[in-house]
């Protein structure tokens, strides 16, 4: 079984920076691939950025140059370094798992999930 736990979603003004978090527990993290996913009310839940095994990373268009994916398999953590946020950067942030080597786009390719951390982003 894993378990995912998200923190340091907060009110921020937009243009300001965030760092989120992502604690892993559980069966191997390493060789596990991770994502980044958000769902703004009323909105599909949709990828932001994943990493994969070997620390290759994907982003969403919406978020290339802003938003930054690592990951520290020491830690088990995977973190999402969020910056220049805009109003429309706001939703629930969500970090996700699956067995696979490499990023997956869509969240039906992610059994694992967790609970979601919120990011308000005023403007």
């Known amino acids: 079984q894993v378990q995912l736990v998200e923190s340091g979603g907060r009110l921020v003004q937009a243009g300001s920076s965030l760092r989120l978090s992502c604690a892993a527990s559980?069966?191997?993290?390493?060789?596990?691939?991770m994502g980044w996913f958000r769902q703004a009310p009323e909105k599909e839940r949709e990828f932001v950025a994943g990493?994969?095994?070997?620390?290759?990373?994907m982003y969403a268009d919406s978020v290339k140059g802003r938003f930054t994916i690592s990951r520290d398999n020491a830690k088990n953590t995977v973190y999402l370094q969020m910056n220049s946020l805009k109003f429309e950067d706001t939703a629930v942030y969500y970090c996700?798992?699956?067995?696979?080597?490499?990023?997956?786009?869509?969240?039906?390719?992610?059994?694992?999930w967790g609970q979601g951390t919120q990011v308000t982003v005023s403007s």
């Open positions: 996700a798992l699956r067995r696979e080597l490499r990023v997956g786009v869509i969240p039906e390719q992610y059994p694992y």
């Open positions: 559980g069966r191997t993290f390493s060789t596990n691939a």
């Open positions: 990493i994969g095994w070997s620390g290759g990373t």
